[in-house]
């Protein structure tokens, strides 16, 4: 990991008035996170929150034979850390680097000293993290009643909006590991998303051929999702 003077804030923090973003900024460090790297673990104590700038971060749970399956993502619109700041300091669920990148980590110490002093920073977190709790609720629904396909075309669709560019990488097994099934389903499914002209695979690179279509054969669970945060984040509505 390496570390030097933050760069452009995520979308999150651009909403910050500038009086607030003035007192957070001399707290950011610029920190260049590889993929699979581990964040946090169930139960851990946070030192630092997370803001992505161009990688992504899947919180997902672990059972005690290591089956795993994502609860949410968490890319340059949000955070990574949210029980810093809502009094429980740690989480039932893990965090893992999913594509590497740049992020601006934070004290979590400093960020909760300026959620309890700033009314604007207090409520523009509080609606994200119910944004959050919103894509969580609507992933465990769609992993019980969708087929993977669909699930599968959810999760690119969310990395997408996450990230910049029309590019992923992500191997079937990484994707097989966030939805907590067999890699050879992820196979069938990209097999039939490819052959459709959605996407191409290759080498753990899926690129998006076909957002419209992508997002018309999926289920109605990425786009409550998606207007969970377009309602609820002032950087969504804005757009």
Do not use: W
Not at 143 to 156: D, I, V
Request: charged share 20%; aromatic share 6%; net charge positive.
């Amino acid at each position: 990991m390496s570390i030097s003077k933050p760069c452009s804030p995520n979308e999150l923090l651009s909403c910050l008035p500038d009086d607030v973003r003035a007192r957070v900024t001399p707290f950011l460090e610029n920190v260049h996170l590889p993929s699979g790297r581990s964040l946090y673990e169930s139960g851990a104590y946070f030192r630092y929150v997370y803001f992505p700038l161009n990688g992504t971060v899947a919180l997902h749970g672990l059972t005690e034979n290591g089956s795993t399956s994502m609860l949410s993502l968490v890319g340059r619109e949000g955070l990574v850390g949210v029980s810093s700041f809502m009094g429980g300091l740690s989480m039932n669920s893990n965090a893992t680097v999913l594509t590497g990148g740049n992020f601006l980590r934070m004290p979590a110490a400093d960020l909760l000293r300026e959620f309890e002093r700033s009314l604007p920073l207090l409520h523009l977190l509080l609606r994200y993290t119910q944004a959050l709790i919103a894509q969580m609720a609507q992933t465990a629904m769609c992993n019980r009643h969708h087929t993977l396909e669909k699930a599968f075309s959810r999760c690119l669709l969310l990395c997408l909006d996450r990230t910049t560019g029309n590019e992923l990488l992500l191997t079937h097994g990484q994707m097989a590991h966030l939805l907590g099934v067999r890699r050879e389903g992820v196979t069938e499914a990209a097999f039939r998303l490819q052959h459709l002209g959605l996407i191409r695979y290759a080498r753990g690179h899926i690129t998006i051929l076909d957002r419209q279509g992508l997002e018309q054969g999926t289920c109605e669970c990425y786009s409550a999702i998606k207007s969970e945060y377009d309602r609820l984040l002032p950087m969504r509505m804005a757009a």
